[in-house]
Structures are given as C-alpha cells and as structure tokens.
C-alpha cells in the first residue's frame, strides 16, 4: 500500500511543482513514525494517547501513520476503506478530516499550525497534501476526486474564514445538450502564500509563490508569484511584492523570505 501511495505523491508533487513553477514542498519527517489501524482498539486507544480522535464507523483498510504529538485532529471515516493519513513532526491539526469514499490519502507536513482546520474528502482517488510550517486560524478545504487534489507548498499562511475547494458541491448543467458545466478540478498553492480572512480558492486554480490574497476575494483563475490580488473575482492589484509574518520586517527578514522560496 505504501509503496502505492509514494508513487501516487511523487506524481502529484511533481506535476504541481511543474504548475507552479516552484519546488518548496517539504514532505513530513516519518522517521520513527508509527502506523495505526483505526479499527483496532489498541491502536484507536493509542491515537488518542497522540492527540487524535476516531468519530464513528471505521471501515477496513485505514492507515494513520504518526510521526508525534498532534493535539486536536479528528478522523471521520464514515465506515468508509483504504484511506491513509500520514502526519508529520511536531503539527497541530484541530479540526476534522472526513472521509465519505474509499482510497483516498491525506499527507501533513512537519511544523503545522492549523487552527480551525476543517476537510472533507469526497468520491475516491481525492488527495490533500500540506507541506511543511503552514499555520491557520480557519480553514477549510473541500477535496473531490477522481484523481483531483489540493497541494499547499510550505510556509503558507491562512487567516480565518478561508475556503480551498475543488468542487462547487453541487452539479450545474446545460439543459439542452444536458452536460454537466462544473467539473471538479484540482487546486495547487504555491510556498508562502497568506491568504486573507474569508477568501476563497475555487477550482482548477494555480496561485504562485508569495502571493497576498486579499480579504474576502474569491480566486477564479490563475494567480501570478510575487503579487496582491483582491476582489471578485480576484484581480492583481498590485506586482513584485511579498511578504513577512513579522508586521514590521528587517530588509534581512525580507531577503531571507526569497532567498528561501525564490
């Protein structure tokens, strides 16, 4: 099974490093990791003991593999088969991660700060993967498959209210030739990208490296690296800027930003 599924990432990182034009994904520090099977009583007694919480049915198959502490994560598995979480170093997670299909994965990095997390993976083949050192305040992403995934690259930086979603939920048809118009489609994030309070990344979306995304706008096609976008649907208000996580940054602390990611 692993051996699926790292080949199964490799493919999906390296078509999003392509998109996006950046390397900067950090995948998690397994070394010493252990892995768990959620419908096992000692196991599920010791994903708790690690910070996670199982709700409900666990169908067969399931996978966490934790790497240490996680404090507040909890798996939804809905009776649902063959999914696979894999959680890095030193990460908070709190919130829920849902299942409502079978064979899907989800990948955490080291170093995560994610606060009001909030995903659902839907129709199977669905992959969320994070990098490292990505905090939030309130996220929630929205990840429906076949074959579609959300990457967020490292280092990148969620307000509250902020949407990430491949999938509008819901169909929207044509009623003459009676085609459906929306299809899912994968989102890809590039590194060091803040995303402002109650924003939102609809599908088939590529956001560059370092870009700002300003509060309340709603990102409907590509995004440029190194630029502020705002309103709706998002457009590039501003060019070549960045950004620090200190409010009042050295010219240091700005060079080392895009030493790091660029």
């Given amino acids: 099974m ?14 999003a490093m392509e998109r996006v034009g950046n390397r900067n994904f950090s995948l998690p520090s397994l070394h010493g990791a252990r892995s768990y099977d959620p419908a096992n009583e ?33 798996l939804r598995f809905n009776g649902r088969s063959n999914n696979c979480i894999l959680i890095g170093k030193s990460s908070k997670i709190n919130g829920p991660l ?16 994610l606060d009001g997390f909030n995903s659902t993976m839907r129709v199977a083949g669905s992959q969320l993967l994070i990098g490292s050192d990505c905090t939030s305040n309130g996220v929630n992403f929205g990840v429906q498959g076949p074959g579609n995934v959300i990457v967020v690259f490292d280092d990148c930086m969620f307000s509250w209210g902020v949407q990430i979603r491949t999938t509008d939920s819901h169909g929207i048809f044509d009623i003459d030739s009676l085609e459906q118009r929306n299809h899912a489609s994968s ?11 109650n924003s939102v990344v609809n599908k088939g979306t590529v956001v560059g490296g370092g870009a700002i995304i300003g509060a309340g706008a709603i990102v409907t096609s590509n995004i440029p690296q190194q630029c502020a976008v705002a309103g709706v649907p998002a457009r590039v208000v501003r060019e070549r800027v960045c950004w620090t996580r200190t409010p009042t940054p050295s010219s240091t602390d700005m060079s080392a930003i895009l030493k790091r990611f660029f």
Avoid: C, M
Avoid at 2 to 15: A, R
Avoid at 50 to 64: H, P
Avoid at 187 to 197: E, N, R, S
């Fill in 2 to 15: 692993y051996v699926e599924i790292q080949k199964s990432i490799t493919e999906t990182l390296s078509n």
């Fill in 42 to 74: 000692v196991d599920l007694a010791k994903l708790s003991e690690l910070g996670v919480r199982v709700d409900g049915k666990v169908g067969a198959g399931n996978t966490v593999a934790v790497a240490g502490q996680v404090r507040g994560l909890t």
């Fill in 98 to 113: 849902g299942f409502e299909s079978d064979g899907n994965f989800a990948v955490f990095g080291d170093n995560l700060a």
């Fill in 187 to 197: 989102v890809i994030i590039g590194p060091h990208v803040w995303l402002g309070f």
